[in-house]
C-alpha cells in the first residue's frame, strides 16, 4: 500500500478506548485544519487589501503623490510618492519586487483567487473529518449503551 492510500477501519471492531483514541486524533486534526483556514483566509484578505491599494493607485495615478506611511499599527507620517507607475510587492519571505500596477493588479488577483482555491479545497476536508468525529462520536455512543445494558442484565 502506497503513503498517499488510507486504510479503512472498521468502527465497530473497535473497543471504547480506541475509539475515543481515534476521536481525540480527529479532533486534534480538525482544530489544526481550522486554525489553518483562518491562517489562509487572513491571508487572503491581506492580499485583498494589497489588491485594493494598488487598484485605487491605478484609479489615481495622475493625481496626488501625497499618502501616509505606517510607522506602527497606529502612528502614520506623511510621506510623498517618487513614482505613481509602480509599487514594490512582497512575493514572499521578505523579498520584494518592483511592478507596475497592473502587474501588481494581476499579481494580488492571482493570489487571491489561490487562496480561495485553497480554501474550498480545506473547507471540504474540514466537513468529511467532522462528518467522521460524528460517526465515532455515534458508535462510542452505542457501545457504551450496549456495555451499560449488558452490565444491567
Known sequence: MSSGQKEA???????????????????????HLTNSFSQLHGAQNKFRECLRCVQSRVADSKGSKAVLVPLTNSLYVSGELTST????????????????LKSAEKFYNTKVKELGDNLKELE??????????????????????????????
Not at 472498521?10 to 471504547?16: A, F, G, I, S, V
Not at 507607475?85 to 507596475?100: Q, S
Not at 473529518?129 to 444491567?152: D, F, P, W, Y
Open 85 to 100: 507607475e509602480t509599487v514594490l510587492v512582497d512575493v514572499g519571505t521578505g523579498f520584494m519586487i518592483e511592478k507596475n
Open 9 to 31: 477501519i472498521n468502527l465497530d471492531t473497535l473497543e471504547p478506548q480506541q475509539l475515543a483514541q481515534v476521536k481525540k486524533q480527529l479532533e486534534e486534526e480538525l482544530e
Open 124 to 153: 471540504g476536508i474540514v466537513q468529511s473529518k467532522q462528518m467522521n468525529v460524528r460517526t465515532i462520536e455515534e458508535v462510542l455512543r452505542q457501545k457504551i449503551m450496549a456495555a451499560q445494558s449488558e452490565g444491567q442484565s
